[in-house]
């Protein structure tokens, strides 16, 4: 193996951790957020991306990390609301991105007016339990907390619906669920008589769960939207979200490294399978393109084998027995 490729390697493990960080980043912007949930959160659906948008409380918009109910200034940005989570007898868990969103007017009631959502990009799928009971908790202890300490006098009439949404992107997602969504959902069933209950006094709860698979074309509106953002294609980013802000440009194109190229569309995993010939040819490419400044064209040759033979002509990176 090429030294080139093991310093490639390299610098996709030492690069893990802000990698996570900058694509917990992405989804801090609005503009970003609003195409997924208009396909996650029914509430939405025949809403626009900028009326989603407008939605979003305001008292969530800032870059501080801290819960404050007093007004802040306006950002593009959506802080993490209260994201260190515990009290005295539940474990302490940090939410990813966790904000307020009003519901539309033609859906607010007395009782229910707003959600509280909570996104959680992941990077890695075996954890060493099942995900969906995670994210099943995460939604149940965003419940929780807007009721605080629980007193003989609480009001559990305050409580609002909560969405928690996963999204899975590693390479070693099983076949089988790779671009696939799952939405799980409170719901009432009659098991004997008709009981008569206001929907919004049950259905408080679901959590949906995106299996990514970033090196496949797919039909689906939001696993193609996820992908562009992952792999910073533009066009695809903005045929959802339309124009971006300068700052949520800047947040995408900080994606576009090569350790995260390599680490979303599976290279890592090819290479631990041992296509060394396949390996030592792109990893001098990544180098030749990275030395280049050519971010985009690194997310395009990863994902495009027949844009990759003519990258490897353009620049002359030839096997080592043509040399």
């Not at 490639?8 to 801090?28: N, P, Q, T, W």
């Not at 076949?175 to 959902?185: F, V």
């Not at 290279?267 to 040819?281: D, F, S, W």
């Amino acid at each position: 193996m090429l030294d080139e490729t093991s310093i490639l390697i390299d610098s996709v493990r030492d690069a893990e951790g802000s990698m996570d960080e900058k694509c917990h980043d992405i989804f801090l912007n609005k503009e970003i957020l609003a195409p997924i949930l208009k396909q996650t959160i029914e509430e939405y659906s025949d809403l626009t991306v900028e009326e989603i948008q407008s939605l979003i409380d305001e008292a969530s918009i800032s870059k501080v990390e801290t819960i404050s109910e007093y007004p802040v200034s306006k950002d593009v940005k959506i802080k993490p609301l209260d994201t260190a989570l515990k009290s005295v007898s539940d474990k302490t868990i940090y939410f990813d991105v966790f904000f307020k969103a009003a519901l539309p007017k033609d859906k607010q009631t007395k009782a229910s007016f707003q959600l509280y959502v909570d996104i959680e990009p992941q990077g890695a799928y075996y954890v060493g339990y099942p995900l969906t009971k995670r994210s099943i908790y995460y939604v149940a202890r965003s419940l929780s907390r807007q009721l605080g300490v629980l007193s003989c006098e609480t009001d559990y009439g305050k409580l609002q619906k909560c969405y928690s949404i996963w999204i899975c992107y590693d390479p070693k997602i099983p076949k089988k669920l790779k671009n696939t969504a799952c939405r799980y959902s409170f719901t009432k069933e009659d098991i004997f008589g008709t009981v008569e209950e206001d929907e919004s006094n049950y259905d408080l709860m679901e959590v949906v769960i995106v299996m990514l698979d970033t090196s496949a074309d797919t039909d689906y509106k939001l696993l193609d939207y996820l992908k562009g953002v992952l792999t910073y294609d533009k066009e695809k980013i903005m045929e959802q979200a339309g124009q971006l802000s300068p700052q949520a440009e800047k947040e995408v194109e900080a994606m576009s490294g090569v350790g995260s190229m390599i680490r979303y569309l599976g290279v890592e995993e090819g290479i631990a399978k041992g296509r060394v010939q396949g390996e030592n040819l792109f990893a001098k490419l990544i180098l030749k393109l990275t030395s280049l400044g050519k971010n985009e064209d690194i997310a395009k040759c990863a994902a495009d084998a027949d844009y990759r033979e003519k990258l490897y002509q353009l620049y002359d990176i030839k096997e080592e027995n043509q040399n």
